[in-house]
């Protein structure tokens, strides 16, 4: 991670009643973090290479990875409230380093590095912290794509066109070649036009209006604008020549070339082809568009650029791939690039989904019966043909293995009108109106279900089948532990999370000692581990001796002696029993740390 965690800041504001993650977790609303927290994997079988294995049977948790942001590490800089109000998002940057998102309430925001001005903030500082971007708040957007430099835009539901960043080569379309460090509306000819699609080359912009023609300006080295020339065009202009009578229903762009998909099914391509990725038979590039030939007729309803290689499926489900192919991104079985498109085989009988950017070499697909496929470069290998994954859409290969992993549309989330069993189970804990018993800790009352207690934990489901006194009991009196640990531990039963400060995962870590809860024991010492500073090693160390946790005991104690001066002089350090203070002194002295 290129930012590390201000566990101090953390601290301070629990101590002012900020209260736990899961306690605020019921706003909607934004706030400026005190920390800035890496990305921690937490499922010992969530790595990205996993989603590989042969796919079993889905389950709950398998549906709720396709609105799981968190497979991009930038978003786990965001709290939890910040992260279930995102309804469209957008990962991008030649590192995957810029995030622009919309909410529920449609306001947008952005952060990361801001390359070239990208976030369109108004300045050209990054950031960690999310920014609004006060002018295309409420505009409702319905596209957005990005260039390399990079430059972003966006259209509306309104049909208007927003363009900000990198303007190098004029490919913001205002007519000028500096920055743009805010959301510009861009008129000129598009001004009677609704937009309905955006897509950007490496330096040159595209756009669909809602009557089926397409503009385009910026860079044009290749002749990836379609004028006929190779010179830069400054304000969109139309494409013409073979497009002039079509209607165009869709639009792509790769680095340099551009391509569209006509009402008919037809395909034409223009720009760059030096490996083949017009489709056209040749590697010489084209000035205007020109129609790319298939050996059957088909009917081609999407299409898709990557860095070299061009993907089309029909509306037969058959996908076709042509350009280079020596990451194997054609998925025909081979590294051999293709001037003209050929059929991917899979042993599907329908894809409905295809995936490419032009950031990588990365392909994706889904079929009608829900299964996604990957191939080109995965992990330093190369897939040739199509492999089935374990993931649920065609989003998460690029989260995992593409490179950059950016993402190669705005990903939407509706909201749902229903629960998933693991959120409807989150949502009664506690709940006074359903439960049918009561645990009183320091006073207060923590509302749970028999029966959710039984199926999830050894402990409970002893009492409550034995002839344990509890087990006909409608409040159940907690005296060994503290009300923070209990709550922390029943809330984990219900939603496999803990969410508490190193001192008070203490507590828990000797709970779930005590109920053999072994996994929560593993949670605990790496919360612990995680907030260990030089003020509490030591009474942390000591906690690891106690409750027989030799890893966090190792862990605790490498620390303690990495920062040896500053834990002497803490008042746990005086403060602890002989023996242990013996045994640690003893300990360090072997392992050189009194050396200096």
């Known amino acids: 991670p290129l930012w590390e965690r201000d566990l101090s800041a953390r601290s301070r504001h629990r101590a002012r009643g900020g209260g736990s993650r899961t306690q ?34 889905p389950d709950v948790k398998q549906y709720k990875d396709m609105v799981d942001f968190g497979k991009w590490p930038l978003f786990t800089l965001l709290s939890p409230q910040e992260v279930s109000s ?28 801001n390359c070239s001005n990208c976030l369109g903030t108004g300045d050209n500082q990054s950031t960690m912290v999310p920014r609004r971007l ?18 972003v835009l966006v259209c509306t539901e309104d049909g208007e066109l927003y363009a900000w960043g990198h303007n190098g080569y004029n490919q913001l379309g205002n007519g000028n070649t500096v920055q743009g460090t805010v959301p510009v509306h861009i008129g000129t000819e598009l001004i ?21 023609e397409v503009y385009a300006w910026g860079y044009n080295n290749c002749g990836q604008i379609g004028t006929g020339t190779t010179t830069n065009q400054q304000i969109p202009r139309k494409v013409s020549a073979q497009l002039q009578s079509k209607a165009v229903v869709a639009v792509a762009a790769g680095p340099t070339c551009s391509m569209a998909i006509t009402d008919n099914g037809q395909v034409y391509g223009w720009g760059y082809n030096g490996t083949g990725q017009l489709g056209l038979g040749s590697t010489g590039n084209q000035l205007i568009p020109c129609r790319v030939v298939f050996v059957q007729q088909v009917c081609v309803v ?83 043909s ?68 039984k199926i999830r934990c050894e402990h409970f489901r002893t009492m409550f089948q034995s002839h344990w006194s509890e087990s006909s009991m409608e409040v159940i009196e907690i005296d060994q532990f503290s009300y923070p640990v209990y709550y922390a531990f029943l809330q984990y039963l219900y939603t496999d999370a803990v969410d508490l ?18 996994r929560l024991k593993k ?16 009474l942390l160390l000591s906690a690891a001796v106690r409750y027989e946790a030799q890893d966090l005991e190792d862990f605790c104690f490498k620390f303690c002696v990495s920062h040896l001066t500053g834990v002497t002089q803490t008042t746990a350090f005086w403060q602890m029993d002989g023996t242990l203070l013996k045994d640690f002194v003893i300990k360090a002295g072997k392992s050189g740390g009194f050396k200096n």
């Open 501 to 518: 400060l190193p001192e008070d995962a203490i507590g828990l870590l000797d709970l779930a000692t005590s109920y053999c809860e072994n």
């Open 24 to 57: 605020r977790r019921g706003g909607r609303g934004h706030r400026t973090p005190t920390a800035i927290a890496p990305f921690i994997q937490e499922d010992p079988l969530s790595p990205p290479l996993f989603s590989l294995l042969k796919p079993g049977i």
């Open 302 to 384: 999407q299409i898709v650029c990557g860095y070299s290689h061009t993907m089309g499926l029909t509306d037969q489900g058959y996908l076709y791939s042509w350009g280079a192919n020596m990451n194997g991104q054609l998925g025909i079985g081979n590294k051999s690039n293709q001037l003209s498109p050929v059929k991917v085989e899979t042993n599907e009988r329908s894809i409905v989904e295809i995936a490419a950017c032009h950031s990588s070499h990365t392909s994706a697909a889904k079929s009608q019966s829900g299964q996604v496929y990957m191939w080109g470069p995965c992990r330093g290998q190369i897939i040739l």
């Open 192 to 212: 009677p036009k609704k937009v309905v699609q955006v897509a950007c080359g490496s330096h040159h912009s595209l756009v669909l209006s809602l009557d089926g």
């Open 134 to 151: 006060d002018v295309i708040c409420g505009k409702k957007i319905t596209g957005i794509s990005y260039g390399s430099g990079p430059h």
């Open 523 to 538: 949670l605990c010492q790496h919360i612990i581990k995680r907030g260990i500073t030089v003020e509490n090693a030591f």
């Open 86 to 113: 995102i309804r469209q998002a957008c990962v991008f940057g030649t590192c995957a380093n810029e995030v622009i998102y919309t909410t529920d309430n449609e306001q947008v925001f952005a952060f990361g590095q």
């Open 386 to 453: 199509p492999l089935l994954t374990n993931f649920t859409c065609t989003d998460d290969v690029f989260a995992c293995f593409s490179n950059p992993p950016v993402m190669w549309r705005m990903l939407s989330i509706e909201p749902e009108d229903y629960l998933t069993v693991a959120e409807s189970l989150r949502r009664e804990f506690n709940s006074e109106e359903t439960s049918d018993l009561k645990f009183r800790v320091d006073g207060k009352d923590i509302n749970v279900h028999r029966a959710v207690l």
